[in-house]
């Protein structure tokens, strides 16, 4: 293997149909993802994270620009490609008449591992996903959460040099979350590579290395998550349930953002103890945390990432 893990150059898809305008996917994506990283890639729906992975993963031909992965070029090379990657899709379901250790250890049989390491990583990728009581269940008979977590332990337990997961953690209790997040930096430290979209912010934050935001098929920012919250203007986050009224009190101390009757003023520690005051003798009550990764995109895209 040579070069990045990934690096695309320009990369355009545009969907046509006969009879109907054409859509723009992707507007010239270029974008990087370095050996041992994870990266996340965060939009709206329709933004074209989707489309860029399915590119990236072979199973899409790009319109125009380049992506390589580990140096061999995806639309040219693709059987060159696919043994360096594992990929959990969006839609994707393990085999209904499968188990889930069933679903694990053919698919690392057809990769080509031996029989004695599929069955020991098939085991180790059920434990770290919270399986084990139900592996041998037919995947038709558990729940959305279970066969997201058996699509997340297939891929996983490929411990390929590079992994596309769309939406990973889409349906799992919060629990089986954290077991993905584990799980997967035990595997950047054993050398792979991890490439997701998730909408879930704290998901990204908590996860990724370093982050893109698409917005309309364009990479808008990227950068680390702490990057992107500190470019807010303030560290932390006062909340007020009732204070749109008052906001020309607070316009001083930061960029204020009104939802209905609540009012959100993003503010250094250094002015907290002073707009803490205003509000006092305005009678009202303010709470204060964190700025979060979800300022932090709502200021850069202009809408919520759960926004149609």
Same mark, same amino acid.
């Given at each position: 293997?040579? $070069?990045?893990?990934?690096?695309?150059?320009?990369?355009?898809?545009?969907?046509?149909?006969?009879?109907?305008?054409?859509?723009?996917?992707?507007? $010239?994506?270029?974008?990087?993802?370095?050996?041992?990283?994870?990266?996340?890639?965060? $939009?709206?729906?329709?933004?074209?994270?989707?489309?860029?992975?399915?590119?990236?993963?072979?199973?899409?031909?790009?319109? /125009?620009?380049? @992506?390589?992965?580990?140096?061999?070029?995806?639309?040219?090379?693709?059987?060159?490609?696919?043994?360096?990657?594992?990929?959990?899709?969006?839609?994707?379901?393990?085999?209904?008449?499968?188990?889930?250790?069933?679903?694990?250890?053919?698919?690392?049989?057809?990769?080509?591992?031996?029989?004695?390491?599929?069955?020991? &990583?098939?085991?180790?990728?059920? &434990?770290?996903?919270?399986?084990?009581?139900?592996?041998?269940?037919?995947? #038709?008979?558990?729940? $959305?959460?279970?066969?997201?977590?058996?699509?997340?332990?297939?891929?996983?337990?490929?411990?390929?040099?590079?992994?596309?997961?769309?939406?990973?953690?889409?349906?799992?209790?919060?629990?089986?979350?954290?077991?993905?997040? /584990?799980?997967?930096?035990?595997?950047?430290?054993?050398?792979?590579?991890?490439?997701?979209?998730? %909408?879930?912010?704290?998901?990204?934050?908590?996860?990724?290395?370093?982050?893109? #935001?698409?917005?309309?098929? %364009?990479?808008?920012?990227?950068?680390?998550?702490?990057?992107?919250?500190?470019?807010?203007?303030?560290?932390?986050?006062?909340? @007020?349930?009732?204070?749109?009224?008052?906001?020309?009190?607070?316009?001083?101390?930061?960029?204020?953002?009104?939802?209905?009757?609540?009012?959100?003023? @993003?503010? %250094?520690?250094?002015?907290?103890?002073?707009?803490?005051?205003?509000?006092?003798?305005?009678?009202?009550?303010?709470?204060?945390?964190?700025?979060?990764?979800?300022?932090?995109?709502?200021?850069?895209?202009? &809408?919520? @990432?759960?926004?149609?």
């Amino acid at each position: 293997m040579s $070069g990045e893990a990934l690096r695309s150059v320009q990369l355009r898809k545009v969907y046509r149909t006969k009879g109907a305008p054409e859509v723009t996917a992707l507007s $010239g994506v270029t974008m990087e993802v370095r050996r041992g990283e994870r990266v996340a890639l965060l $939009g709206r729906n329709g933004a074209g994270k989707t489309t860029f992975l399915k590119i990236a993963s072979t199973l899409l031909r790009p319109t /125009s620009g380049t @992506i390589e992965v580990f140096g061999y070029d995806v639309d040219r090379d693709a059987d060159r490609v696919r043994p360096y990657i594992a990929v959990v899709p969006q839609e994707g379901k393990p085999f209904f008449h499968l188990t889930p250790r069933e679903q694990v250890y053919t698919y690392l049989r057809a990769r080509g591992l031996g029989r004695e390491s599929a069955r020991d &990583r098939t085991e180790e990728a059920l &434990r770290s996903m919270g399986l084990e009581s139900f592996a041998n269940r037919l995947a #038709i008979t558990l729940s $959305g959460g279970q066969r997201q977590r058996t699509m997340v332990a297939t891929v996983i337990a490929t411990q390929a040099p590079l992994l596309f997961l769309d939406e990973p953690t889409i349906g799992m209790d919060p629990f089986a979350r954290r077991e993905v997040w /584990s799980s997967l930096r035990r595997l950047t430290e054993l050398g792979s590579t991890i490439l997701l979209t998730t %909408h879930y912010l704290d998901e990204a934050d908590a996860l990724s290395d370093r982050l893109y #935001i698409v917005e309309r098929g %364009h990479v808008i920012v990227s950068g680390t998550a702490d990057e992107l919250k500190r470019s807010v203007g303030g560290s932390l986050k006062v909340s @007020i349930p009732n204070g749109a009224g008052a906001v020309d009190r607070f316009r001083s101390f930061g960029e204020c953002v009104t939802d209905g009757s609540a009012l959100s003023i @993003i503010v %250094h520690p250094e002015r907290l103890g002073e707009l803490m005051d205003v509000a006092v003798r305005a009678q009202l009550t303010a709470t204060v945390g964190p700025v979060t990764l979800e300022e932090a995109f709502l200021r850069v895209v202009g &809408r919520s @990432i759960d926004e149609e």
